[in-house]
């Protein structure tokens, strides 16, 4: 069966910028129910190739070509809200507007308040505002760029479904890997000024790129030629850094089951150590401690222990309580009951949300070796050149102004200044925001090697699986989950625990969850066997697909067992097409149900 046409496409694109061609000679076309993932490095052009696929710029050559009626709809990272008083005239304003009413809904949906102010709405509001805007315009082409930044997990996972429900084609460039891996089915890398296209989701794309580097490197060595200086060390950090962190999370799994040993009874929130040694030193010990504004409990009984080299995830809505958390295990807040003890010789560094604050006039060389060539790294000397290239930079930036860099190198930057510093404590308030994949990889990397205790608040899922081997969970109702693990294993025990919650720490028991409420008008036998199955049914197969693209994402299947790859690569596609249609038949019959 041939594929569908497409309904948008470039011929020989190209785009000038500076003096120079960012890319040339791009071939890229958008089929009606194509889920694409756009990826590539901070600065390869994703945002610009998502402008030109919109049709908001022009390119300086090559031909666009879009099925009449297709109304095409660019999720902007930045939208600029400065001209509207409230978000509600913002999501309204101009010709192609949609309607009031359908945007109260998905609004409502969303949990954003539309009457607010829009110049004083927090980051995750206008994020809000503008996904409402884009949604409810009902787009054919969806293009997101970094639709999940400032949103917490429940607004994240609320796009997911509608996502997973939608109709017609989408682009999106994200830096969440879990929000890529089960949203998209194609892949476009843009790498170098050329684009490659690949009927792969994310899920998929390790293995790929791995490949492609590899027939890089042996077409190179038949042509006895050496691939330019910026490639070599480029294309050699980023495959060794994917080996290592295969190690690593190995190592992340044995921390983490030594620091389950050292948890109480499930539920328990306090970390009981077998020693006091070296290796197990008490760096932060919390003791029954509890934290209100006003009448509403923020932080109730909480006890917790923890040790050096551990990594501490904290997790929750917006408003859950995360930030109280971490103002109180680093001592910026005095709890209202309870005593919290720090070590004595504790040294933090913070690195928080606003990273806008190196003045844009410094030099790179400025900000790092206060205008020299040597920098000081954790004790050990290093000229800066070695040092900016193992952060991902060109060494040719050196002497440029800060103000010129991208959001993203910014954010590199800003990493690479601070995890120069001697600490033994290091905290991350939302350290995935703006920066690309390969920057990711390479967080987790310095984080990996960091010697003293990490506490992060993220509402990046795979980060944090990869990272933190005790996760803090938040529900706002002033309990703290501490489970030994990531963002998964806090998840699943949510998933399995109790629906009464109480106050304080206490121990949570499972229950089966209830049955489906009898029906307000009568099913046929089929129907309401359907309604009772298809739940369990949704969630088997929402497991055998990360089960399947865990397998998928090992860097060897790609070149070790090609037909496994294939085989396993359709049976996602197939398994993904079950389910969607799974929840629409569920979908269907709820409604019947509620009548």
Same mark, same amino acid.
């Given at each position: 069966?041939?594929?569908?046409?497409?309904?948008?496409?470039?011929?020989?694109?190209?785009?000038?910028?500076?003096?120079?061609?960012?890319?040339?000679?791009?071939?890229?076309?958008?089929?009606?129910?194509?889920?694409?993932?756009?990826?590539?490095?901070?600065?390869?052009?994703?945002?610009?190739?998502?402008?030109?696929?919109?049709?908001?710029?022009?390119?300086?050559?090559?031909?666009?070509?879009?099925?009449?009626?297709?109304?095409?709809?660019?999720?902007e990272?930045?939208p600029?809200?400065?001209?509207?008083?409230?978000?509600?005239?913002?999501?309204? @304003?101009?010709?192609?507007?949609?309607?009031?009413?359908?945007?109260?809904?998905?609004?409502?949906q969303?949990?954003?308040?539309?009457?607010?102010?829009?110049?004083?709405?927090?980051?995750?509001?206008?994020?809000?505002?503008?996904?409402?805007?884009?949604?409810?315009?009902?787009?054919?082409?969806?293009?997101?760029?970094?639709?999940?930044?400032?949103?917490?997990?429940a607004?994240?996972?609320?796009?997911?479904?509608?996502?997973?429900?939608?109709?017609?084609?989408?682009?999106?460039?994200?830096?969440?890997r879990?929000?890529?891996?089960?949203?998209?089915?194609?892949?476009l890398?843009?790498?170098?000024?050329?684009?490659?296209?690949?009927?792969?989701?994310?899920?998929?794309?390790?293995?790929?790129?791995?490949?492609?580097?590899? *027939?890089?490197?042996?077409? @190179?060595e038949?042509?006895?030629a050496?691939?330019?200086?910026e490639?070599?060390?480029?294309?050699?950090?980023?495959?060794?850094?994917?080996?290592?962190n295969q190690?690593?999370?190995?190592?992340l799994?044995?921390?983490?089951?030594?620091? @389950?040993?050292m948890?109480g009874?499930?539920?328990?929130?306090?970390?009981?150590?077998?020693?006091?040694?070296?290796?197990?030193?008490?760096?932060? *010990?919390?003791?029954?401690?509890?934290?209100?504004?006003?009448?509403?409990?923020?932080?109730?009984?909480?006890?917790?222990?923890?040790?050096?080299k551990?990594?501490?995830?904290?997790?929750?809505?917006?408003?859950?309580?995360?930030?109280?958390?971490?103002?109180?295990?680093?001592?910026?807040?005095?709890?209202?009951?309870?005593?919290?003890?720090?070590?004595?010789?504790?040294?933090?560094?913070?690195?928080?949300?606003?990273?806008?604050?190196?003045?844009?006039?410094?030099?790179?060389?400025?900000?790092?070796?206060?205008?020299?060539?040597?920098?000081?790294?954790?004790?050990?000397?290093?000229?800066?050149?070695?040092?900016?290239?193992?952060?991902?930079?060109?060494?040719?930036?050196?002497?440029?102004?800060?103000?010129?860099?991208?959001?993203?190198?910014r954010?590199?930057?800003?990493?690479?200044?601070?995890?120069?510093?001697p600490?033994?404590?290091?905290?991350?308030d939302?350290?995935?925001?703006?920066?690309?994949?390969?920057?990711? *990889?390479?967080?987790?990397?310095?984080?990996?090697?960091?010697?003293?205790?990490?506490?992060?608040v993220?509402?990046?899922?795979?980060?944090l699986?990869?990272?933190?081997?005790?996760?803090?969970?938040? *529900?706002?109702?002033?309990?703290?989950?501490?489970v030994?693990?990531?963002?998964?294993?806090?998840e699943?025990?949510?998933?399995?625990?109790?629906?009464?919650?109480?106050?304080g720490?206490?121990?949570?028991?499972?229950t089966?969850p209830?049955?489906?409420?009898?029906?307000?008008?009568?099913?046929?036998?089929?129907?309401?066997?359907d309604?009772?199955?298809?739940?369990?049914?949704?969630?088997?197969?929402?497991?055998?697909?990360?089960?399947?693209?865990?397998?998928?994402?090992?860097?060897?299947l790609?070149?070790?067992?090609?037909?496994?790859?294939?085989r396993?690569t359709?049976?996602i596609?197939?398994?993904?097409?079950?389910?969607? @249609?799974?929840?629409?038949?569920?979908?269907?019959?709820?409604?019947?149900?509620?009548?």
């Amino acid at each position: 069966m041939a594929a569908p046409a497409p309904i948008l496409a470039f011929e020989n694109l190209g785009i000038v910028q500076g003096s120079g061609w960012l890319f040339r000679n791009l071939d890229i076309h958008v089929g009606p129910r194509d889920r694409l993932a756009l990826i590539g490095r901070n600065g390869a052009g994703k945002t610009t190739l998502m402008k030109l696929i919109a049709g908001s710029i022009e390119a300086d050559e090559g031909r666009r070509t879009i099925q009449p009626g297709t109304r095409v709809i660019l999720l902007e990272q930045e939208p600029d809200l400065r001209a509207y008083k409230t978000l509600l005239d913002y999501v309204l @304003a101009g010709d192609d507007a949609p309607m009031e009413y359908e945007a109260d809904a998905i609004a409502d949906q969303l949990g954003i308040d539309l009457s607010r102010d829009a110049a004083s709405a927090s980051g995750g509001e206008r994020r809000r505002a503008a996904i409402v805007r884009a949604l409810a315009m009902e787009p054919d082409v969806l293009l997101l760029d970094e639709p999940t930044n400032h949103l917490d997990i429940a607004a994240i996972e609320w796009i997911e479904q509608w996502l997973s429900r939608f109709n017609g084609a989408f682009v999106v460039i994200s830096h969440d890997r879990t929000f890529l891996t089960r949203l998209t089915k194609q892949t476009l890398w843009l790498d170098r000024g050329a684009v490659r296209r690949a009927e792969i989701g994310f899920g998929g794309f390790d293995a790929w790129t791995e490949q492609v580097y590899a *027939d890089e490197a042996r077409n @190179a060595e038949k042509l006895d030629a050496k691939l330019k200086l910026e490639e070599h060390w480029l294309l050699r950090g980023v495959t060794g850094r994917r080996k290592r962190n295969q190690g690593r999370l190995t190592k992340l799994v044995e921390m983490r089951a030594e620091r @389950a040993s050292m948890i109480g009874p499930q539920g328990s929130a306090n970390l009981t150590i077998g020693t006091d040694d070296a290796k197990t030193k008490v760096v932060i *010990d919390a003791k029954h401690i509890s934290k209100s504004f006003g009448e509403r409990p923020i932080i109730t009984d909480l006890s917790l222990r923890i040790t050096r080299k551990d990594r501490i995830g904290i997790v929750g809505a917006n408003g859950a309580g995360k930030s109280t958390l971490l103002k109180l295990l680093t001592g910026e807040l005095e709890p209202d009951a309870g005593q919290i003890r720090f070590a004595k010789t504790m040294e933090r560094i913070v690195i928080d949300q606003q990273r806008s604050k190196m003045a844009p006039e410094k030099t790179v060389r400025d900000v790092l070796a206060d205008g020299g060539d040597w920098i000081d790294v954790q004790g050990s000397r290093k000229h800066v050149v070695g040092y900016l290239k193992e952060f991902l930079f060109d060494p040719n930036v050196l002497d440029a102004k800060v103000g010129t860099l991208s959001g993203g190198e910014r954010s590199r930057l800003l990493l690479a200044r601070e995890f120069a510093k001697p600490s033994n404590l290091l905290v991350l308030d939302e350290p995935t925001n703006d920066l690309d994949l390969e920057t990711l *990889d390479l967080l987790q990397d310095v984080i990996g090697d960091y010697e003293g205790t990490v506490l992060i608040v993220s509402h990046d899922r795979d980060f944090l699986d990869r990272t933190v081997t005790i996760t803090l969970g938040l *529900d706002g109702s002033g309990t703290v989950d501490v489970v030994a693990g990531g963002y998964e294993d806090w998840e699943r025990k949510r998933k399995a625990a109790a629906p009464k919650r109480g106050g304080g720490n206490r121990k949570v028991q499972a229950t089966a969850p209830p049955p489906p409420p009898a029906p307000k008008v009568k099913l046929t036998f089929k129907d309401q066997r359907d309604y009772e199955i298809l739940p369990k049914r949704i969630e088997e197969i929402e497991a055998g697909i990360v089960r399947d693209e865990k397998i998928l994402a090992d860097p060897a299947l790609y070149s070790k067992d090609f037909a496994k790859f294939e085989r396993l690569t359709k049976e996602i596609a197939a398994a993904r097409a079950e389910k969607e @249609a799974a929840e629409l038949r569920w979908l269907e019959l709820a409604e019947k149900v509620g009548g």
